[in-house]
């Protein structure tokens, strides 16, 4: 049986995580897998903090959204973008090796969890990396069977930076309310109807609320996360579309 991470109290406590495997998602984007000497179910949409050592015990914290569904029992998925300038997120893409630990704490996070009992439409809406938690929402959506209408509106570069999209397309071919919309800001062609070149505008977010019904306006939970920026706007778009603060979960990566 796996332990929980909890020490008594309750507490989560910092623990060691295997790196178990590395592997490129996309040109900027790597799937590192985490396994803790002791995992804790997680809530779909929560992140983990990493803290790395260096020799001379300077440490670095950051946080990471789980790409992994609940359902990824013993493990902790995450994807991490590469920052050219940065000083966390290059070290996993060029130094990190298999079979080397770091620690990690958590699960973490309370509000920008989705789960089927909201029995709300959900509307999720993601920039570049931002996407993570949201595909951690959609993937445990199909693991739970659940009819619940769902739309995920992707905001990338360009098609080979949209992650997971062989499991899009699968989740969508279900036709049980899943549905993918993409925007490529720097692409030259789509293939669906329902994608289009340019970025995210509100177009897309009024189509995306259709899609979840023509009354979801009031009934809908809309998740953003990215860059601030990013969130800044989307936000900004549903305020026009008469959605309630109350309705919208934001996570801001920073930038
Ligand atoms: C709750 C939460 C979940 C997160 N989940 C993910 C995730 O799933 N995947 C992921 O890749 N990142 C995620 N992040 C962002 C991550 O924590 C780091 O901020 C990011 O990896 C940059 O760290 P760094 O040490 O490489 O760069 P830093 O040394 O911290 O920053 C380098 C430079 O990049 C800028 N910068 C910081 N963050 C960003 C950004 N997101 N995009 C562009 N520029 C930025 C900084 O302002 C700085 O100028 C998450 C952040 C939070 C708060």
């Known amino acids: 049986m796996v332990e929980s ?82 000083e966390v997120s290059p070290w996993f893409h060029d130094a990190a090796q298999v079979g080397e630990s770091i620690e990690v704490y958590g699960p973490v996070g309370g509000h920008f969890v989705w789960s089927a009992t909201l029995d709300r439409p959900a509307l999720l809406i993601g920039g570049g990396s931002g996407v993570v938690p949201l595909l951690s929402m959609a993937a445990h959506r199909a693991h739970l069977h659940t009819a619940a209408p769902m739309v995920l509106q992707v905001a990338a570069r360009t098609m080979a930076d949209v992650l997971l999209w062989p499991e899009l ?38 189509t995306a609320l259709q899609g979840l019904g023509d009354d979801s306006s009031q009934a809908v939970l809309v998740y953003v996360c990215g860059m601030n920026a990013f969130v800044e706007s ?22």
């Open 5 to 86: 991470a909890r020490s008594a109290g309750d507490r989560l406590v910092w623990q060691e995580a295997r790196i178990e495997a590395l592997e490129s998602l996309s040109p900027r984007i790597i799937r590192v897998v985490l396994r803790p000497q002791a995992w804790h179910l997680p809530l779909a949409g929560q992140h983990l903090d990493v803290r790395l050592t260096a020799e001379n015990g300077y440490q670095a914290q950051r946080s990471y959204s789980l790409l992994s569904p609940p359902e990824r029992d013993g493990v902790y998925e995450l994807a991490i973008e590469r920052l050219a300038d940065g």
């Open 169 to 206: 397309q699968q989740w969508e071919a279900k036709a049980n309310g899943f549905r993918s919309q993409l925007a490529l800001s720097r692409d030259t062609a789509t293939q669906r109807t329902q994608d289009h070149i340019g970025r995210l505008h509100h177009g897309d977010l009024a």
């Open 234 to 255: 989307v936000v900004a778009m549903l305020r026009e579309l008469r959605i309630p603060d109350g309705a919208i979960r934001t996570e801001r990566y920073g930038g």
